[in-house]
């Protein structure tokens, strides 16, 4: 079968620059934002989150950047690695009862040696 | 915990065959979903569930039935499959049903011939 791969954005990279994976979400009322990793065969892996009262967090090499005006947010990865090689979504979630994420399509990243 | 494990991970059906895709956790979480994820697509929510015996449909419900009976596991059923159907499919659990952060399964890739 296909991969989940085909069809989406790439960004190719080499090892060691700073990956930035943008991403534009739809909802003015999302209150909270995920961005998940995904390797090749496998399921979603949650990378760092962000609330809307926010507009930077920063984890271990990323750092997620909001931007409420625009409806824009953006992943950097510093001194991107192979193993970091894979598809990046981001997530919305739009608080109303319950917690329904709503995914972007994607970005793959591609990491050369 | 070996968290969110799927089986199987890969299933080939004919049109009109029905068959469960299991999903179970331990982490104790109250809720959990079924998302499908297609080529140059997010994923998209096909049911969920906010704890034992509540039940309700996501975007993509149609053609597929859940049930939950314990806390533990949330089987998705396809009563009579399509190739429509054909696509990867996720499983995913949260602490609770207000809490955005999804941990996900390895997925069972499913074709419909």
């Known amino acids: 079968g296909e991969s989940v791969g085909l069809h989406l954005p790439t960004l190719s990279v080499q090892e060691g620059d700073n990956s930035i994976i943008n991403c534009a979400y739809s909802?003015?009322?999302?209150?909270?934002f995920i961005w998940y990793k995904q390797e090749s065969g496998k399921g979603p892996q949650f990378i760092i989150d962000i609330r809307s009262n926010m507009d930077k967090r920063q984890g271990q090499r990323v750092t997620v950047l909001l931007n409420k005006t625009v409806k824009h947010l953006s992943l950097q990865i510093a001194a991107t690695q192979p193993g970091d090689s894979a598809v990046y979504f981001c997530?919305?979630?739009?608080?109303?009862?319950?917690?329904?994420?709503?995914f972007g399509k994607g970005t793959m990243l591609l990491v050369s040696p | 915990n070996a968290g969110v494990t799927q089986t199987p991970k890969f299933q080939v059906l004919k049109t009109g065959q029905s068959m469960t895709l299991q999903c179970a956790q331990d982490m104790n979480h109250e809720y959990m979903s079924w998302y499908r994820q297609d080529p140059g697509m997010g994923l998209r929510l096909i049911h969920y569930s906010v704890g034992a015996g509540i039940t309700d449909q996501g975007e993509v419900p149609n053609g597929y039935n859940v049930s939950r009976s314990t806390t533990e596991d949330f089987p998705l059923r396809l009563l009579s499959a399509a190739p429509s159907q054909t696509s990867v499919y996720f499983c995913?659990?949260?602490?609770?049903?207000?809490?955005?952060?999804?941990?996900f399964g390895p997925g069972t890739r499913l074709t419909v011939l």
């Open positions: 997530a919305e979630n739009m608080h109303s009862g319950y917690s329904t994420l709503t």
């Open positions: 995913a659990s949260s602490v609770g049903a207000g809490e955005p952060r999804k941990f």
């Open positions: 909802n003015s009322a999302s209150d909270y």
